[in-house]
């Protein structure tokens, strides 16, 4: 084995190790929600047994209302329209929020694509992998990531927008750098491949301390990216 491909060896599996690490903090956060949420469906309960014991019917239902509105504000979870969107999504949202990261999503998507759920996936994740990284740069007060995903006519449009803590970054040979160090990019290498073999455009822009990456997928083989439509409203 040449001395590149062992080089190249190691930078694909220190970029596995990445994708584990990342994956394993999610669920982590996932399952602490989970133990949260069923603490206080317990304290939920044990409240309502105390005033049905009392017959205080005002009280049970009073209280019903309160949790209701609660819910109702509490319920952030995307639905996009996509299942597989919704799930890549809710779960790097979660993992966003774990590090006070603020997330505004609107997102729409049909129910059938022609991209698979497998390089919906890979665009998606590590668009928001990035993000994430490059938030922790800044202060907690500061950490912003913007997500726009829609049809244009018969083509999917996805933007991903964060926060930076640079007023514009800088390019080497044409080509805006990952802020993980040596060693990392993959995650940008596997989205411009996958752009690139369904015919697709993909723009990334550093712009008054803010970083945006857009993209225009096809979903209809006859088409080709129209750059006319594409910011969000």
Same mark, same amino acid.
């Given at each position: 084995?040449? /001395?590149?491909?062992? #080089?190249?060896? +190691?930078?694909?599996?220190?970029?596995?190790?990445?994708?584990? @690490?990342?994956?394993?903090?999610?669920? @982590?956060?996932?399952?602490?929600?989970?133990?949260?949420?069923?603490?206080?469906?317990?304290?939920?309960? %044990?409240?309502?047994?105390?005033?049905?014991?009392? *017959? =205080?019917?005002?009280?049970?239902?009073?209280?019903?209302?309160?949790?209701?509105?609660?819910?109702?504000? /509490?319920d952030t979870v995307?639905? $996009?329209?996509?299942?597989?969107?919704?799930?890549?999504?809710?779960?790097?949202?979660?993992?966003?929020?774990?590090? #006070?990261?603020?997330v505004q999503a609107?997102? #729409?998507?049909?129910?059938?694509?022609?991209?698979?759920e497998l390089d919906?996936? /890979?665009?998606?994740?590590?668009?928001?992998?990035?993000?994430?990284?490059?938030?922790?740069?800044?202060?907690? *007060?500061?950490?912003?990531?913007?997500?726009?995903?829609?049809?244009?006519? $018969? %083509?999917?449009? &996805?933007?991903?927008?964060?926060?930076?803590?640079?007023?514009?970054?800088? +390019?080497?040979?044409?080509?805006?750098?990952?802020?993980?160090?040596?060693?990392?990019?993959?995650?940008?290498?596997? &989205? =411009?491949?996958?752009?690139?073999?369904?015919?697709?455009?993909?723009?990334?822009?550093?712009? =008054?301390?803010?970083?945006?990456? @857009? &993209?225009?997928?096809? %979903?209809?083989?006859?088409?080709?990216? =129209?750059?006319?439509?594409?910011?969000? +409203?």
């Open positions: 084995m040449s /001395v590149f491909s062992k #080089h190249i060896d +190691k930078k694909i599996a220190a970029y596995q190790r990445e994708l584990i @690490e990342t994956h394993y903090a999610e669920v @982590e956060n996932m399952y602490k929600q989970i133990r949260g949420w069923r603490h206080d469906y317990r304290n939920h309960i %044990q409240t309502m047994k105390a005033y049905a014991a009392s *017959g =205080d019917m005002y009280a049970i239902k009073t209280y019903l209302d309160e949790l209701d509105t609660d819910l109702s504000t /509490v995307i639905k $996009t329209g996509n299942a597989m969107a919704d799930a890549i999504l809710n779960s790097k949202i979660s993992l966003a929020k774990s590090k #006070h990261i603020s609107d997102a #729409h998507i049909p129910l059938a694509l022609t991209i698979s919906l996936c /890979v665009i998606i994740g590590n668009l928001f992998d990035n993000a994430i990284e490059a938030s922790m740069n800044l202060p907690e *007060g500061g950490r912003m990531i913007r997500i726009y995903m829609d049809m244009k006519g $018969t %083509q999917l449009y &996805i933007s991903f927008t964060n926060f930076t803590s640079s007023k514009k970054l800088t +390019k080497i040979n044409g080509i805006f750098q990952s802020t993980k160090g040596e060693g990392h990019g993959f995650g940008l290498v596997r &989205i =411009d491949n996958i752009i690139e073999r369904l015919d697709g455009y993909i723009s990334r822009n550093s712009e =008054d301390g803010a970083f945006t990456t @857009e &993209i225009l997928l096809p %979903q209809d083989t006859n088409s080709s990216p =129209d750059l006319g439509n594409s910011s969000p +409203k």
